[in-house]
C-alpha cells in the first residue's frame, strides 16, 4: 500500500530513529512504521531540498507497510551524549539501568532501578533476548533509548514466569553506564606535560599522586582531593588495582593523565564499596605529585660556584645559608628569604635532616646548589605535622652566605706594604685608618668612608671587637690589609646592629696615622731611664719649689726632646695639669722634694707616682 507524504502514522508507529535498525549501522528498513516527512526531510539537514524530495518520493515508492503487528526492534535515541567515543558492538559486554514495560498498557513488569543494581550482560550472543541484543547495538555511554521489542523478537507467544504474557510486545527505557570488551586494555591519554622530566615512575618506585576517580558514566566515586591528601603508595607491588600499577608507570613529576582502567583490572565482578558496582571501568584523572625510590641517594645540582675559592665546608663547621624549600611539583613550604634571615647550624652533627647535614659538606662561600632529598633522607613517614607530608621529597635551593669554624683565628693578609716602615701599631698606640666592613656575600655594612675622617682608636682598650684590633696591630703608616674576621673574634651569636647574628666579617683596612702611645693606666711615659735626680731636674730655676707652669715646661722639654711621651689624642695642657694635681700631694700649688719620692704605706708596698 502506497501512502502520500502527509498521510498520519500507522497505529503502533513510533517518531525518532524507528526508521534504522541499529544507529551503529543505519539502513533503511522497509519492514519498519513510516514517520512523518518532517522527520525525514530532518535526517536530511545539508541536502538540496528539490533532491529532498525527490529521495522521499523514492523511499515512499518503494516501501511497503502494514498495520500488522511489527516485525522488527523500534529503537528511539531520544537522549544522545554529544561525545561518543565508543558504541556498543556485538560481543561487549554492557552494564545499563532499565525499565521494562508493557506497549499496551504501560504497565510496568521490570526494572532495574527498583532493584538498585544495574544489569550487566553481553551484547549479540543470545545471552539477552534477540530484540535487546539487537537494541544495544551502537549505543554510547549515557545515552537514553526507547527500545520497542515485538514478541517474536522477546518472548514470543509463550511469554515468561507468569510476568510476561503471550505475543507481548516490549518496552526498554534504557541508560547505559558503561562498556568494556575481554580485548580491552589500560587506556593512557596525557592531558598535561610537564616542560622537563628528569625522571618517570618505574616499579618498585613509591608515587605520590592526587586523583579524581569516575565510573565511565561520569559518576564520582572517589577524590584524593577532598580529603586534602595524597594517596601514596607502591608501584607494582600489587598495593594498587592492576590497571592503575599499567596507568602510572611513565609518569614525570607535574604530568597530568587520564587512565581509564577496564573492570577485569579494576575491582572486577565484585567492585567495592556502595560506590564501585560490578563490572565497573574506571576513570582515574592523575596528578602525579613525588616520585622517589627507597634506594635513592641525595641528588646534588651545583648552580653556581664563585671563583678563588680556597675553602669548603667540613664537618664541625658553622654555616649560614639562605635557602627556598619546595615540592617536587614546586610547591613552596619554607624560605628563609621570606623570613629575612639565614639558617645557621653545625655540620654534619645532627642539627639538621641527614640529607641536607650531607648536602652541606664541600660547599663554598657564595656557592649556589639545589639539593633533592628523598624522604627517607627527610622527613620520613611522619612528615612535619601540616607542612611536610608523609613520604615527600624535598627540594632546596640553598646559598652559602658564609662558615667558619669555632677554632678559626682571624686571617690576614697585607694588599699594600709601604716601602718604608720604620714603625708599626701596637697595644696602647692611637691610630687613624680607614675601612670597609662587609659580609662574606659582598653586602656592606659599614664603612668609614661615611664619616668625615677616617676612626680613631687606641689599641688595646677594647674599643674596636678583637677580630678588628688584630687586624690592625703590626700594621705601618699606609699599609692596606684584608681581615676575616670569624663571628666568635667579631659579634658572636647576638650579632650587633646590621651585623647578623654569627656572622663572618670581611674587613678592608688602611693605616692612615699612628701615634705611639702609653701603658692603660699612664699619662706620661719615659722612653729610656728618666733622670737620676727627678726633682733637680724638674726645678728649673732651682728654688726648691716647681709650680705648674714650671712643670709643664720640664714636661714639654722632655716630649721635645724624645726623652718621653705624653698620652696621645688627649689635651695635653689638661693630661700635665691632672699630672701636677696628682703630684701636688697636699695641693699647695707647688711640688716639692718630699713629694716627688715615692712613697710607702704602712704595708710597706711602693705605690707609682706619676713619674
Given at each position: 500500500k502506497?501512502?502520500?507524504?502527509?498521510?498520519?502514522?500507522?497505529?503502533?508507529?513510533?517518531?525518532?530513529?524507528?526508521?534504522?535498525?541499529?544507529?551503529?549501522?543505519?539502513?533503511?528498513?522497509?519492514?519498519?512504521?513510516?514517520?512523518?516527512?518532517?522527520?525525514?526531510?530532518?535526517?536530511?539537514?545539508q541536502m538540496d531540498p528539490t533532491v529532498t524530495l525527490v529521495l522521499l518520493l523514492s523511499v515512499v515508492v518503494t516501501v511497503t507497510c502494514t498495520t500488522g503487528p511489527l516485525v522488527d526492534v523500534v529503537v528511539d535515541r531520544y537522549d544522545i551524549p554529544k561525545v561518543c567515543p565508543r558504541e556498543v558492538q556485538t560481543e561487549d559486554f554492557v552494564r545499563y539501568?532499565?525499565?521494562?514495560?508493557?506497549?499496551?498498557?504501560?504497565?510496568?513488569?521490570?526494572?532495574?532501578?527498583?532493584?538498585?543494581?544495574?544489569?550487566?550482560?553481553?551484547?549479540?550472543?543470545g545471552r539477552l533476548i534477540t530484540g535487546m541484543d539487537r537494541g544495544l547495538q551502537g549505543m554510547c555511554v549515557n545515552e537514553r533509548r526507547r527500545v520497542t521489542v515485538p514478541p517474536h523478537l522477546a518472548y514470543g507467544s509463550v511469554g515468561t514466569g507468569g510476568v510476561i504474557p503471550p505475543d507481548a510486545v516490549l518496552v526498554f527505557d534504557v541508560l547505559l553506564l558503561d562498556i568494556w570488551s575481554t580485548e580491552d586494555k589500560v587506556q593512557i591519554r596525557t592531558l598535561v606535560k610537564p616542560p622537563s622530566c628528569k625522571r618517570k615512575a618505574a616499579a618498585s618506585d613509591y608515587v605520590r599522586y592526587h586523583y579524581n576517580g569516575t565510573l565511565l558514566s561520569g559518576a564520582a566515586f572517589d577524590s584524593s582531593y577532598s580529603r586534602n591528601t595524597t594517596y601514596d603508595t607502591y608501584l607494582g607491588q600489587g598495593y594498587l588495582i592492576k590497571g592503575?600499577?599499567?596507568?602510572l608507570l611513565g609518569m614525570c613529576v607535574g604530568e597530568r593523565r587520564l587512565i581509564i582502567v577496564p573492570p577485569f583490572l579494576a575491582y572486577g565482578e565484585n567492585g567495592s564499596g556502595t560506590k564501585i558496582p560490578p563490572q565497573a571501568t574506571l576513570v582515574f584523572e592523575v596528578l602525579m605529585i613525588d616520585v622517589f625510590n627507597p634506594k635513592d641517594d641525595l641528588i646534588v645540582e651545583v648552580k653556581k660556584v664563585p671563583k678563588g675559592c680556597t675553602r669548603r665546608t667540613v664537618i664541625g663547621d658553622y654555616i649560614r645559608y639562605h635557602y627556598n624549600g619546595t615540592f617536587q611539583d614546586g610547591t613552596a613550604f619554607d624560605s628563609s628569604y621570606e623570613r629575612n634571615s639565614t639558617y645557621n647550624t653545625y655540620i654534619g652533627m645532627g642539627y639538621v635532616i641527614q640529607g641536607m647535614d650531607k648536602a652541606l659538606q664541600g660547599l663554598c662561600i657564595g656557592e649556589k646548589r639545589r639539593?633533592?632529598?628523598?624522604?627517607?633522607?627527610?622527613?620520613?613517614?611522619?612528615?612535619?605535622?601540616?607542612?611536610?607530608?608523609?613520604?615527600?621529597?624535598?627540594?632546596?635551593d640553598i646559598h652559602v652566605i658564609d662558615f667558619h669554624n669555632p677554632k678559626d683565628l682571624v686571617q690576614i693578609k697585607v694588599t699594600h706594604k709601604?716601602?718604608?716602615?720604620?714603625?708599626?701599631?701596637?697595644?696602647?698606640?692611637?691610630?687613624?685608618?680607614?675601612?670597609?666592613?662587609?659580609?662574606?656575600?659582598?653586602?656592606l655594612l659599614y664603612s668609614s668612608d661615611h664619616y668625615d675622617s677616617p676612626s680613631i682608636t687606641t689599641l688595646g682598650e677594647n674599643k674596636v671587637i678583637p677580630g678588628l684590633e688584630k687586624g690592625l696591630l703590626g700594621m705601618c703608616v699606609g699599609e692596606r690589609r684584608e681581615a676575616v674576621v670569624p663571628p666568635h673574634w667579631g659579634h658572636g651569636e647576638n650579632?650587633?646592629?646590621?651585623?647578623?647574628?654569627?656572622?663572618?666579617?670581611?674587613?678592608?683596612?688602611?693605616?692612615?696615622?699612628l701615634q705611639k702611645g702609653v701603658p692603660e693606666g699612664f699619662m706620661f711615659v719615659w722612653l729610656g731611664d728618666g733622670p737620676d735626680e727627678l726633682f733637680p731636674a724638674m726645678d728649673l730655676n732651682s728654688n726648691k719649689e716647681v709650680p705648674l707652669e714650671?712643670?709643664?715646661?720640664?714636661?714639654?722639654?722632655?716630649?721635645?726632646?724624645?726623652?718621653?711621651?705624653?698620652?696621645?689624642?688627649?689635651?695635653?695642657?689638661?693630661?700635665?695639669?691632672?699630672?701636677f694635681n696628682k703630684q701636688d700631694r697636699n695641693r699647695d700649688g707647688k711640688i716639692i722634694e718630699d713629694e716627688v719620692k715615692p712613697k710607702v704605706d704602712e704595708e710597706s708596698e711602693t705605690r707609682r707616682d706619676e713619674l
Open positions: 502506497i501512502l502520500s507524504l502527509d498521510a498520519a502514522p500507522l497505529a503502533q508507529s513510533s517518531c525518532g530513529t524507528s526508521l534504522f535498525t541499529s544507529p551503529a549501522s543505519p539502513r533503511w528498513q522497509t519492514d519498519s512504521l513510516l514517520c512523518s516527512s518532517a522527520l525525514l526531510h530532518s535526517r536530511l539537514p539501568h532499565f525499565n521494562g514495560t508493557f506497549h499496551a498498557d504501560g504497565k510496568k513488569f521490570d526494572s532495574s532501578h527498583d532493584r538498585g543494581k544495574a544489569f550487566i550482560s553481553q551484547v549479540g550472543l592503575m600499577d599499567e596507568g639539593i633533592i632529598v628523598p624522604p627517607h633522607m627527610a622527613y620520613g613517614e611522619d612528615g612535619v605535622g601540616d607542612l611536610i607530608p608523609s613520604s615527600a621529597v624535598l627540594v632546596f709601604p716601602q718604608e716602615c720604620n714603625m708599626t701599631s701596637e697595644a696602647d698606640d692611637l691610630i687613624q685608618y680607614r675601612y670597609n666592613c662587609s659580609m662574606m656575600d659582598g653586602t650579632g650587633a646592629g646590621e651585623v647578623p647574628g654569627s656572622a663572618v666579617l670581611f674587613f678592608e683596612l688602611e693605616l692612615v696615622d714650671e712643670f709643664s715646661a720640664f714636661i714639654m722639654l722632655q716630649v721635645k726632646e724624645g726623652k718621653g711621651r705624653l698620652r696621645p689624642g688627649l689635651d695635653a695642657d689638661s693630661t700635665i695639669k691632672d699630672m
